[in-house]
Every structure is written in C-alpha cells, then in structure tokens.
C-alpha cells in the first residue's frame, strides 16, 4: 500500500504537474506561431485540456479514477490531428506512443491472427477439424491469444494517441472493445481524435449493438470533447512556402501538356507501365520514377485493392498521382470509396498528391455518406486547385490538419 503523501509533497507534487501543463501549452503555442497559425478560442480550450489531463496523469499524483483519457471529436478541418501531435511532441515523457488507428488495427489483426494460430495448434488434437468449435478451451485460447497480441503492441507505454478513432466493420468491434478496456485497466493515458461522437462508431443499424459496449466504456471513463469552431482550416489560403506533405499537391482538371508541364510531369507512355503486388492483388501503375508513383484511376480505384494495398505502397513512394479520375455520371459507389480510402492514407502519412479529374468529379461526393463526404471535400481543399470553386469555396491549402 503506498504511503499517504505530506501536505508539503502534495504542494510540491501539484507545483510540479502545473509546471508541466505551463510547459506543454507554452511549446503548443510555439510551434502553432513557427508555422504561421492563428489558433481560436475552441483550440485553446483543447490545449487546455489536453495539456491539463496529460500533466495529470505524468504527475505522481496521477493515474486517478477521474477522466483524463480524452476522446476528441468534431468534423473535418477543424486542427484536431494537429493538436494532438503538438501536444503529444511536447509530453515529457519516452513511454508514449502515436498512431493511426487504422495502422494500428491492422498491426493487431495480423499479430492476433498469427498468435492465436499458435494457440490453437497447441491445443487441438489431430483429425479434430470441427469437433472443436465453441470448445471452453479454444475460446480461453483464443482471448489470451489476443490479449497477449495487444500487451505485445502496447507494453511499456504511458501515453498512447489514436488519430482518426473510428469502427466501420462489424469483425472489428470485439477486438476495439478488448483493446479499449486493456488501455483503460492497464492505466495508459488514451487521447483519441475522431470524425464521429462516440454513439456513431458502426453506424449501421444492424450492427451497431455489437459496439455498445465500447461506447459506454467510453463515456464512462474518458472526456469526450467535441472541437468544432465552425471553421474548415483547410480552406485557408497558405503560401507555397508552407506547404509540405499532401498539401504539396495539386487538383486539376483535364489538365494539358502545358499543365503537366509546369508541375515538373509528363504523360507516361506505354513503355512505362509496371505491374505491382503490394500484398495479394497485382496493380498497374502507369509508371514509377524513383519515389513517385502515377496510377491511372481504373487500375487504382475500381479493381480489386484495398487499403493495405495503399499503406504498402505509401512506404517507398512519397509523392502519387491518379489521372484520369472521373466525374459524377461515370464514378462507381466502388470506385469513390477506394478513391476516398486513398486519399485517408495519403492525407495521413502525409504523402503528396496531384490528381487529375474530370467535370463534375466533386458532385460525386454526394453519393457519400454526410460525415465521410464532409472529410474527403476537406482533405482535397488541403489540395492546390488554382483557385477553382468547390461547394461556393476557394480552396487552397490547409491551415491546420484535421
């Protein structure tokens, strides 16, 4: 049991965490001036959070029952994304750990797949193939299986940051739930950023009850706190100087040899395709050049990829383009989707895009979901359009990441 603490250590201890709330306010609000951003009311009040629930749960007065986990949600553009890695580069601490959720899912699917095999193996007899399905032993295997894998990916780590919080597939509300309450038991600050409020995590009706369980963990043991200045920072017009990452690119549409040329491009020819299998599924690509990569967008978007293809690619090619994208009379559902699910994993490992689109290509967004149309027509403001209109607004470049 531990010792009870003097007045005097709690005075000092208390003196201490408010040094540390000081400290990470003060390199958030010094870094946001380096980069040329004028943060709002809405922002300084989720410094204040962050940088207060952080500080309380580093303080050795810390790890409390009180709810210093903190679910950030609001809609696209709004600075959550940039918030939190302000933030999480100024914690004082080693033992901290930032990651895309969607990275990170998929990391804990395969290790969970590989260390439940091995758990099976261990305790199935031969010639049992199923004789053993809903076995007490199997199922016990099974979750130790999975709690080891998610113990694996997150021991040792005091602070831990999911960008883009979100559950969209039924087969992955069990694992978040575990994945979720091991966090929470295990004493690790969670800070999510989220696109949704939390009683929209797999918003389909006929399966949304399998997330219930999460939810309420949620709302039991975390802030949930939606930032929301009614302002899309993307649509801020930047100097090229100030770009970097995605937002190096370019929207264009049709563009023409001359277009082409002012970007540093030319048309690839046929000599130049390349055929890639990136995990199960072979992809053309128009051509490779060192580090960039140009796709064609029926190669890329309407065959069968998927997003473990992009986040392979996306390690040895930092700067894509897809022509050829179409507009709404000849977008398939399949096509925007994959579309969509490509420019997530650029955006997010902040991989430059220029893409080149049809008439009409916006409009197809409104096949989308409200909330998924509203990130993807954010994500392309932080594109250069040469100042064309989308939706009645001149997009540019992005002032603060989602």
């Known amino acids: 049991m531990p010792h009870p603490t003097s007045p005097v250590q709690g005075s000092i201890l208390r003196g201490a965490s408010r040094h540390v709330r000081h400290a990470i306010k003060q390199s958030v609000e010094i870094r946001a001036t380096s980069e040329h951003l004028q943060l709002d009311a809405r922002q300084y009040e989720t410094i204040d959070l962050l940088s ?9 007065l810390g790890r409390s029952p009180g709810k ?35 990275d ?10 590989k260390a439940t095999t091995v758990a099976l193996e261990q305790i199935d007899e031969p010639d049992s193939l199923g004789e053993t399905r809903g076995r007490a032993d ?15 990916m997150l021991g040792g780590v005091e602070v831990l940051c999911f960008d883009e919080f979100h559950c969209n597939d039924p087969g992955d509300a ?3 739930a575990r994945t979720v309450k091991y966090i929470i038991d295990r004493g690790i600050l969670l800070i999510t950023t989220s696109n949704y409020p939390p009683e929209e995590l797999l918003s389909d009706e006929y399966y949304h009850h399998l997330v219930l369980p999460t939810i309420t963990t949620i709302r039991e043991n975390m802030t949930v706190h939606e930032l929301d200045a009614q302002r899309d920072y993307r649509a801020i017009e930047r100097q090229a100087a100030q770009r970097s990452g995605f937002s190096m690119g370019t929207l264009l549409r049709s563009p023409d040899s001359g277009d082409l040329e002012r970007l540093g491009l030319t048309e690839p020819g046929a000599v130049d395709t390349v055929r890639l ?3 199960s599924h072979e992809i053309r690509a128009l051509r490779i050049d060192g580090r960039q990569i140009w796709f064609g967008f029926p190669d890329l978007c309407e065959a069968l990829t998927s997003t473990v293809d992009y986040l392979k690619l996306v390690r040895d090619h930092d700067h894509w383009i897809i022509s050829g994208v179409p507009g709404t009379e000849r977008m398939t559902p399949y096509g925007l989707r994959r579309l969509a699910n490509v420019i997530d994993v650029l955006y997010d490992h902040q991989v430059r895009l220029d893409m080149f689109v049809e008439d009409g290509f916006t409009d197809s967004f409104n096949h ?3 909330l998924e149309a509203a990130r993807l027509r954010s994500r392309i403001n932080a594109l250069d359009t040469g100042n064309e209109q989308i939706s009645g607004t001149t997009t540019s470049l992005e002032g603060v990441h989602s």
């Open 368 to 370: 989308l979901p409200e």
């Open 138 to 152: 199997r199922v016990a295997a099974r979750t130790s299986a999975i709690e080891r894998s998610i113990e694996t």
């Open 52 to 60: 207060g629930n952080a500080a309380a749960h580093l303080s050795p």
């Open 277 to 279: 299998t990136p995990t």
């Open 104 to 113: 990170f899912f998929r990391d804990l699917h395969a290790t969970a797949h």
């Open 68 to 102: 210093n986990h903190v679910y950030l949600w609001g809609p696209p553009g709004r600075g959550k994304t940039w918030l939190l890695g302000a933030v999480f580069d100024a914690l004082p601490t080693e033992r901290k750990l930032r990651v895309h959720f969607h």
């Open 174 to 176: 069990m694992l978040l």
